[in-house]
């Protein structure tokens, strides 16, 4: 997909929804804002067309296999409801390290997940709960390390924590 580079704003949605030989995802360099950017489907396609995005209403992304290293690297604000991760192969959430505000997290049956530390730079959660579940190589202490964070902040809603890897061990 390409041919929207001189995109700068959409005020609702992006859905690109997978096809089997979509191999990049390039031509959105222009884009600062977009309502809700749906990413479902997408195995073996490089993401390299969001680097510049840096608010977004929601971003969905689901049943997914892509390299997401740099993909989303400016977007510091998700301010209407969904950031959720859902059965993708994303290891890391490095990429979300400029994330600075969020509604929710949603984080759940990703089976490569290994850390969320690209998450420890957030700032403000809106809303009363989140969700991070049934990512089994997820260490659960630095789930819980994630929590304590948010609670410094101030944050005292529900965290709904269960099916991470309970075994694994987090340096103090």
Not at 52 to 64: K, M, P, Q, R, T
Not at 99 to 121: A, C, H, M, T, W
């Amino acid at each position: 997909i390409s041919g929207f580079n001189k995109l700068e704003e959409v005020v609702e949605l992006i859905n690109i929804d997978g096809e089997p030989n979509l191999e990049s995802i390039s031509g959105f360099e222009k884009l600062r804002s977009a309502g809700t950017l749906y990413l479902i489907n997408l195995n073996g396609t490089r993401i390299d067309a969001f680097k510049n995005l840096e608010i977004l209403g929601n971003l969905i992304i689901s049943d997914s296999s892509f390299t997401a290293e740099g993909a989303f690297e400016s977007l510091h604000t998700i301010d209407q409801r969904w950031f959720s991760l859902n059965k993708s192969s994303i290891k890391n959430m490095d990429t979300f390290s400029a994330l600075r505000k969020l509604k929710s997290i949603y984080v759940f049956n990703n089976p490569e997940l290994e850390d969320i530390q690209g998450l420890f730079n957030i700032k403000e959660l809106g809303s009363d709960e989140i969700w991070i579940y049934n990512n089994p190589k997820l260490p659960t202490c630095q789930v819980e390390k994630f929590i304590e964070h948010l609670r410094s902040l101030g944050w005292d809603g529900q965290a709904y924590i269960d099916g991470n890897d309970d075994q694994a061990t987090c340096e103090p």
